[in-house]
C-alpha cells in the first residue's frame, strides 16, 4: 500500500530556514501529483503548496509565496519542501499527500497521507 513517511522537521528561529522531505512507497511515485499541507493546534488543515507529478507545475499558498519551494526528485520517489524566511505563525505539523481529486487546495483532494513531521519557529 502506499507509504509516505515525512521528515526534516524541528526547532528553527524566526527568519531560519528548514527542508522537509517526503519518502513514497507502494506505488508509481511518478505518476502522483503531491501536496503540502499544515495543521497547527485547534486549526483546520491548511494547503500550503502543490506540485505536479513531473514537477512541471506548481502552487503555493499566499502566505508562504514566495519563503517556500516545493520540488521533487522521482529517482528518489521523494518531494520537498524548502522553507525559508520561516515565521511563528508557520509553526505547525506539516503533511504530504498524494492527490486524487480534480481539485489543489483541500484535503478532501488528496487521497494518502504521512504522519506529519512538527516545524516549531521560536525564539
Known amino acids: 500500500q502506499v507509504q509516505l513517511v515525512e521528515s526534516g522537521g524541528g526547532l528553527v528561529q524566526p527568519g531560519g530556514s528548514l527542508r522537509l522531505s517526503c519518502a513514497a512507497s507502494?506505488?508509481?511515485?511518478?505518476?502522483?501529483?503531491m501536496a503540502w499541507f499544515r495543521q497547527a493546534p485547534g486549526q483546520e488543515y491548511e494547503f500550503v503548496a502543490f506540485?505536479?507529478?513531473?514537477?512541471?507545475?506548481?502552487y503555493y499558498a499566499d502566505s508562504v509565496q514566495g519563503r517556500f519551494a516545493s520540488s521533487r526528485n522521482n529517482a528518489k520517489n521523494t518531494v520537498y519542501l524548502q522553507m525559508n524566511s520561516l515565521k511563528a505563525e508557520d509553526t505547525a505539523v506539516y503533511y504530504c499527500?498524494?492527490?486524487?481529486?480534480?481539485?489543489?487546495?483541500?484535503?478532501?483532494?488528496?487521497?494518502?497521507w504521512g504522519q506529519g513531521t512538527q516545524v516549531t519557529v521560536s525564539s
Open positions: 506540485i505536479s507529478y513531473n514537477g512541471g507545475r506548481t
Open positions: 507502494g506505488g508509481t511515485f511518478s505518476n502522483w501529483d
Open positions: 499527500a498524494v492527490r486524487a481529486g480534480s481539485g489543489y487546495y483541500q484535503p478532501t483532494d488528496y487521497q494518502y
